[in-house]
């Protein structure tokens, strides 16, 4: 894609600071890091979503994910857990259309804040039964 910031650092077009990479995936450091290490694993094919993936790419990020996690955890960048983060469209928060998993390290104390909403009360949610045979109807 011509105009995809990621795509672009693929191709080799933009600067990155590589943390890996093989034929199908990318992973780099964050430009706008939330924490030491926050690390983005690309597929390298064009794919907006993640929904969009196929199967084999989806085991692909997240085999690397898992791989570049571990590594994280033995570096010396102390960190004691992670966040991993896949937004899905713009309305979740994807500023970039280009599926991209963040793995962001985590410590105590730590000033990382990452949004989250309320939780809906489970007394108000219309019927759970409903939502979920509703979801289910559209599982292959």
Do not use: W
């Amino acid at each position: 894609m011509n105009d995809c910031v990621i795509c672009k650092i693929i191709n080799g077009e933009l600067p990155s600071h590589k943390v890996y990479e093989d034929e199908n995936i990318l992973a780099i450091l964050d430009i706008f890091p939330r924490s030491n290490g926050h690390t983005l694993v690309i597929p390298k094919r064009h794919c907006p979503n993640f929904s969009d993936l196929t199967n084999e790419e989806t085991s692909n990020l997240i085999i690397a994910g898992k791989k570049i996690l571990n590594a994280i955890h033995k570096s010396s960048l102390l960190s004691q857990g992670a966040n991993l983060l896949l937004n899905e469209n713009e309305i979740a928060g994807q500023e970039i259309l280009h599926v991209h998993l963040h793995i962001i390290p985590r410590s105590a104390n730590d000033s990382v804040r990452l949004v989250h909403g309320s939780r809906l009360d489970k007394n108000k949610i219309d019927d759970f039964k409903i939502i979920s045979e509703n979801i289910k109807k559209y599982l292959n």
